[in-house]
């Protein structure tokens, strides 16, 4: 079983005001500041963030770690996560980097979702300037040799557990003021179709109406990319991954590589370390069968 970190809510500095959810800065006891999402809408942000986490380590991906984690006091669960900046480094998020590359970008109306100026070719340009992840998250599989390669990851992962959410505040660059790195990747949360209720879970792996099962459902996933900020519609997770992986021969390769090599017993005794009050065995079914289906498809779909 995954271990569930007490957070003292006292102990609270300063409350995260990017993103949507409730969430505060603590330093714990070594020293190390820490973040706490709360998950107060029960909609399973906290196993699939926990969850995703341990898959993109999996792909040997850079990206931030999460715990489960539980309030103390009010027993609201949630997850943890130390901050990935150090301290006299600075966060900058993508749609800051991307103002900086366009100065008509639209970065400050407070838009993060259908945002049609976050394209592939703007995302990339942007990214092949940064330098791969500082250490710890240095180390990344042979073949992968620059930052835009790694980021071609993040947009595996996303497709692999259907992340709709790599919008311009969900990846970012760290500045030490000498040089740019690529940001591990960060708050997968909205995947895997957390917020779904069991009883649709459980119709849709019943069902003998195909239009409804798994197979059918994983294909609307969309992405926060689009291919030209002409379109109406963004890229869906997997058009958005043809359109990042043509940008790396080697990049697609390797990393399509490290999924199939991913074992099924591996995700299902991940799966496994889900407290239950957190999951219930039909979610865990219908979540593995999502990674499976996905898995299979982003395998088979590739080039030779
Ligand atoms: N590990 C971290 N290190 C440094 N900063 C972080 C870290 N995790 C989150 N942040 C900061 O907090 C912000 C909000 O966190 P996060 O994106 O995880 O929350 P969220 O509410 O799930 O966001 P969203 O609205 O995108 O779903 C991030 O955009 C980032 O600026
Ligand atoms: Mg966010």
């Known amino acids: 079983m995954f271990t569930t970190v007490t957070v003292d809510p006292s102990k609270a500095e ?9 969430k505060f800065w603590f330093t714990d ?4 500041r820490v973040l706490f999402k709360a998950e ?6 906290d196993w699939a963030e926990k969850l995703a986490c341990e898959l993109a380590g999996l792909l040997g991906l850079p990206h931030v770690q999460y715990e489960l984690a539980e309030e103390q006091g009010s027993g609201i669960p949630g997850v943890i996560c130390e901050s990935c900046s150090p301290a006299s480094w600075s966060l900058m998020m993508g749609n800051e980097l991307l103002l900086a590359r366009d100065p008509a970008y639209p970065a400050d109306d407070g838009r ?7 394209t592939v070719e703007a995302v990339a340009e942007v990214v092949r300037k940064l330098e791969l992840p500082p250490d710890p998250w240095r180390t990344v599989p042979v073949g992968i040799v620059s930052a835009l390669d790694v980021f071609i990851g993040y947009v595996l992962l996303d497709a692999w557990i259907a992340n709709q959410d790599r919008h311009h505040q969900n990846w970012a660059a760290l500045d030490d003021s000498q040089k740019r790195y690529l940001a591990p990747s960060f708050d997968h949360g909205a995947s895997m179709a957390r917020n779904l209720q069991d009883d649709e879970r459980q119709e849709r792996l019943t069902t003998r109406d195909a239009n409804r099962q798994i197979p059918a459902f994983v294909r609307k996933a969309r992405s926060a990319f689009y291919a030209q900020a002409s ?14 992986a043509a940008l790396s021969q080697s990049a697609e390769t390797t ?16 799966l496994a370390e889900v407290p239950t009050g957190r ?6 079914e219908f979540t593995q069968k999502l990674l499976t289906e996905n898995k299979n498809r982003l395998v088979e779909g590739a080039k030779p």
Do not use: I
């Not at 379109?231 to 990042?244: M, R």
């Not at 999951?279 to 865990?284: F, G, I, N, Q």
């Open 14 to 22: 300063s409350l995260e005001q990017l993103g949507t959810k409730r």
């Open 231 to 244: 379109d109406t519609k963004p890229l869906g997770t997997f058009e958005a991954w043809q359109a990042f």
């Open 255 to 270: 990393w399509l590589d490290r999924l199939r090599a991913v074992d099924e017993t591996e995700v299902a005794r991940l």
């Open 112 to 118: 993060k979702y259908k945002v049609r100026e976050h």
């Open 40 to 45: 107060e809408r029960n909609t399973g942000e």
């Open 279 to 284: 999951m219930s065995p039909v979610c865990r």
């Open 29 to 32: 006891d070594k020293g190390v």
